[in-house]
């Protein structure tokens, strides 16, 4: 992967980590996000274990000096880890990092171009509008089903919903109240930007499947569930996200 290239401004930019089993990556990744502070060194990187079984908070442990490390004590999944992470981000860019070495994180200067220059306040990374090695058939379709619900509700024509780079000003940050836990948190992301009419961009970026570790997403279930997740807020609005969590039966 090719080194990042420097990028102007002297805003502050936090990288939210989710992490859960990723042993195998979480160093590389980090690593990576090293380099990164050369070109943006304003940089705050906060990780998140999500409750990990195996090596990942001893590897995590070993960047203490150059994280922020966060905990949760048991599973909760990606959306309540990126909702740690938002709360304690205190960037004027806050970005999200994939620790599954899929989405590289010297695409991250690229990423937060559009909102340094005040172009938009959202950015999705695409993978169709940049390169993708090894990405299942069935990611495929599914990923241009949800881009496409996505545009047929929304009026939104985005590429890659399901992405795992998005990058947000800190005050759509502050504007948004996450209530998923799991994946479907993608699509309730996507529904505040749109609900909320913020300006957003799309820019191309990197993928190359995953070689160690086991991916978390369940190409059915949690596809489906997306689905729906689409479909409800819009029908729904910014009511779905102002009801209780136990009140929520989607949040479950």
Not at 15 to 43: C, F, G, H, T, W
Not at 68 to 82: C, D, F, S
Not at 169 to 179: A, E, G, Q
């Amino acid at each position: 992967m090719a080194k990042p290239s420097a990028t102007g401004g002297d805003a502050k930019v936090s990288v939210i980590v989710p992490a859960y089993n990723e042993e195998q990556n979480i160093k590389q990744i980090l690593r990576m996000l090293m380099d990164v502070e050369q070109v943006l060194p304003s940089l705050e990187v906060i990780v998140i274990d999500d409750g990990s079984t195996d090596g990942t908070l001893g590897e995590i442990a070993k960047f203490s000096q150059e994280v922020i490390l966060l905990k949760h004590e048991n599973n909760r999944g990606k959306g309540a880890a990126l909702a740690t992470g938002f709360d304690a981000a205190s960037g004027d860019v806050v970005v999200v990092q994939d620790a599954d070495l899929e989405y590289s994180p010297y695409d991250i200067p690229r990423l937060v171009k559009p909102i340094l220059s005040g172009e938009a306040d959202v950015v999705f990374g695409s993978r169709f509008k940049g390169s993708r090695e090894g990405m299942k058939f069935s990611n495929y379709v599914g990923n241009k089903l949800l881009s496409l619900t996505t545009k047929l509700l929304y009026g939104a024509p985005i590429t890659d919903l399901m992405t795992g780079h998005k990058v947000f000003s800190k005050r759509v940050v502050r504007s948004i109240d996450l209530t998923e836990d799991g994946f479907k948190i993608e699509p309730e992301i996507a529904a505040e930007v749109f609900h909320g009419g913020w300006r957003y961009a799309e820019v191309p970026i990197m993928y190359i499947r995953r070689t160690r570790g086991k991916s978390k997403f369940r190409f059915i279930k949690d596809g489906v569930r997306c689905f729906w997740r689409l479909v409800r807020a819009r029908a729904y609005g910014k009511t779905l996200y102002t009801r209780k969590r136990d009140q929520d039966p989607l949040s479950r």
